[in-house]
């Protein structure tokens, strides 16, 4: 059988990153060879994302760019997007296979289906997202770093958010399971992992085992050599983390806090399960016990209500955070949340204005914290990623470092010291 060409083209957050490369390592068989998604396919899989009106858009236009390609591919779109809106994906010309976030782990076998359909006929598979079934995943050698799904879906309700609908409930593996997940990616020459999913603060609720166990057990292994966490919600960010974080060397002093908003009224409103009290108790106490980690804090602006004074108050709370930088996320309406029924929305000029405020004091803190790390003495994980002459990494307080290109560099850990500072708070070495 001829060798089909197939591409992948992943939106969205670092699971979806991890869940790609799992499918598409299924496709290392021989009878397909993957390309560029620039290049002429026979098959092309977008792995969607539908957090915001933007993403999916970005989805959209993926799919009309494969189909001026290559006019007669079939174009495979699986996860979050195909989770919440299957038919309005299926309309779309070009399109020939649908699966939800549960069947997305079947493209190989939904692909071979499609040699057996007429040419206008196209498969669309989502079932509703009850399943239980955790599928661990993790990304190898396309990035220095592995992004490893250790949970999935969300039991939270904030009212702004689609993912628990396109995810479903919050389910990990055991820790056992998941140690032996660990193991492979040790096997490999990655140097870092990343925990990712999309509530890891509540890995093992379902068999009644916690994050900080799974941690402590990881950070028992001897590979690989950091550990990263991405994002933990503030009330899952307990002290015994943040003081097994540092006590442990591979724990990466590095921490990820979706604040959303530093207004009490409008964390409310989201039904967020913390107010701003207890975010400043954790930045508090990772400072105390880890002077010099990194802490940065999503937030959400123009959330309907926010008026201009609880913006301001959201403002000054954050300015008065020692946090290293922020994420800013523009508000965006997601149909079937609840926050969608809000009246008072705001306008969409007041919300660019007022991302931009804070954006500039992101920078600011950003600069800062870079400059609070003059002289340190650390370490830098290089990437294989070359800009013109040089070549980056960053250190285990996720400070970005550049240096000359040089390829015996990649993918090592090096011991540098933090002297010259560049733009955006990145070090040169
Ligand atoms: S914690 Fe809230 S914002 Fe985060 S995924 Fe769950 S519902 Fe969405």
Redesign the pocket.
């Given at each position: 059988m001829k060798t089909k060409t197939i591409a992948f083209n992943t939106l969205g957050c670092k699971l979806n990153f991890s869940e790609t490369a799992a499918i598409s390592r299924r496709f290392q068989d021989g009878q397909f060879r993957e390309v560029g998604f620039h290049e002429v396919a026979d098959i092309y899989v977008i792995n969607s994302c539908t957090v915001t009106q933007n993403a999916e858009k970005r989805c959209r236009e993926l799919i009309r760019k494969a189909m001026k390609t290559n006019p007669e591919a079939h174009v495979a779109v699986i996860g979050c997007y195909s989770q919440i809106s299957p038919a309005g994906l299926a309309a779309i010309p070009g399109v020939a296979l649908v699966l939800g976030n549960t069947e997305k782990y079947q493209l190989f076998d939904r692909l071979k289906e499609l040699a057996y359909k007429p040419a206008q006929d196209n498969i669309v598979d989502v079932s509703d997202n009850t399943s239980e079934a955790f599928i661990p995943t993790y990304s190898t050698g396309e990035r220095t770093r592995s992004f490893f799904k250790i949970q999935d879906g969300?039991d939270?309700?904030?009212a702004?958010?689609i993912?628990?609908k396109a995810r479903g409930k919050s389910r990990s593996n055991t820790i056992a399971a998941t140690l032996a997940t660990a193991a492979e990616i040790a096997e490999t020459s990655i140097k870092e992992m990343v925990l990712t999913g999309?509530?890891i603060g509540d890995f093992g609720k379902p068999q009644g085992e916690t994050f900080h166990q799974l941690l402590k057990e990881l950070a028992a292994m001897e590979k690989p050599e950091r550990i990263r966490l991405s994002s933990v919600?503030p009330d899952l960010l307990t002290e015994e983390i943040i003081r097994l974080v540092a006590k442990e060397e591979r724990l990466m002093p590095h921490f990820h806090i979706?604040l959303?908003s530093g207004s009490d009224s409008i964390l409310r409103a989201m039904g967020?399960r913390y107010n701003t009290r207890l975010f400043a108790d954790r930045v508090e106490t990772i400072r105390k016990h880890i002077p010099h980690a990194c802490i940065a804090a999503d937030v959400i602006v123009g959330y309907p209500g926010e008026t201009e004074e609880l913006f301001r108050e959201s403002l000054s709370f954050l300015s008065g955070m020692d946090v290293s930088y922020v994420h800013v996320f523009s508000y965006s309406e997601r149909a079937q949340t609840r926050a969608a029924d809000l009246t008072d929305k705001i306008h969409p000029k007041v919300i660019k204005d007022r991302a931009k405020t804070l954006q500039q004091l992101s920078d600011k803190k950003k600069q800062a914290f870079a400059e609070a790390n003059k002289g340190l003495t650390t370490k830098v994980l290089w990437e294989k990623d070359r800009t013109g002459d040089h070549m980056s990494g960053f250190t285990e307080n996720y400070i970005r470092v550049k240096t000359k290109y040089n390829e015996n560099k990649v993918n090592t850990i090096e011991e540098v010291v933090l002297n010259i500072t560049g733009k955006n708070g990145v070090y040169l070495v």
């Open positions: 969300c939270y309700k904030c702004y958010c993912i628990p999309v509530n919600e979706p959303q967020r």
